[in-house]
């Protein structure tokens, strides 16, 4: 059973870079059509897609944070890890990390790690 | 950029009751469209993927429809562990684009 956990400080300054880290156990990166994505959620507020990448390591971003978002992928680590940079309170968000799937499931995030909270605060 | 419309924003039900859902793309996305539920203070889980599939696992009083631009996700009998948010996401442009409605949260009458 594929399981994803997200790691990192949960507490951020204003202006400095939030870095996380995807931990991914049970099955393998590099493997079929599967992307790996960072999304995140604002308290109250909705789910918004941050970015994608591939175990190649090819991404996409959304264009509203492509400016100061990063991914990164290790396979032989199983992990892949988001930077974003110049951090303001409206950064504050459970991120979580995710599995867009293959197969019938392209396209579709099929797995979920529970999340982790992060607020930007002086 | 899709935008998609989830109306009602809100939806209060009784248990037993049956629950209608309404997704609306801004343009044409097929039947690439897919529903999620979240239950307060966990992640998201897949209901149903290319507008009318259960994922694994997914109980059969969960259904999906529709295609082109209008979308329902139907709950035919309420039961507690239903409550929570739902998602609407189109995967219609992927790569490079991925957009999600911004929810309907469905709570207990």
């Known amino acids: 059973q594929l399981q994803l956990q997200e790691s990192g400080p949960g507490l951020v300054k204003p202006s400095e870079t939030l870095s996380l880290t995807c931990s991914v156990s049970?099955?393998?990166?590099?493997?079929?059509?599967?992307?790996w994505a960072w999304i995140r959620q604002p308290p109250g507020k909705g789910l918004e897609w941050i970015g994608s990448?591939?175990?190649?390591?090819?991404?996409y971003y959304s264009p509203s944070l492509n400016s100061r978002v990063s991914m990164s992928i290790d396979t032989s680590k199983s992990h892949f890890s988001l930077t974003v940079t110049s951090v303001t309170a409206a950064d504050t968000a459970v991120y979580y990390c995710?599995?867009?799937?293959?197969?019938?499931?392209?396209?579709?995030?099929?797995?979920w790690g529970p999340g982790i909270l992060v607020t930007v605060s002086s | 950029e899709i935008v998609l419309t989830q109306s009602p924003a809100t939806l209060s039900l009784s248990p037993g009751e049956r629950a209608t859902l309404s997704c609306r793309a801004s343009?044409?996305?097929?039947?690439?469209l897919g529903w999620y539920q979240q239950r307060p203070g966990q992640a998201p889980r897949l209901l149903i993927y290319?507008?009318?599939n259960r994922a694994s696992g997914i109980p059969d009083r969960f259904s999906g429809s529709g295609s082109g631009t209008d979308f329902t996700l139907t709950i035919s009998s309420l039961e507690p562990e239903d409550f929570g948010i739902y998602f609407c996401?189109?995967?219609?442009?992927?790569?490079?684009?991925?957009?999600f409605g911004q929810g309907t949260r469905l709570e207990i009458k």
């Open positions: 995710a599995r867009l799937g293959s197969g019938p499931y392209y396209g579709y995030f099929d797995h």
């Open positions: 049970g099955g393998a990166m590099n493997s079929g059509t599967s992307y």
């Open positions: 990448i591939f175990y190649s390591g090819s991404t």
């Open positions: 343009e044409d996305i097929s039947d690439m």
């Open positions: 290319d507008g009318s």
């Open positions: 996401h189109q995967r219609r442009n992927w790569p490079p684009e991925i957009t």
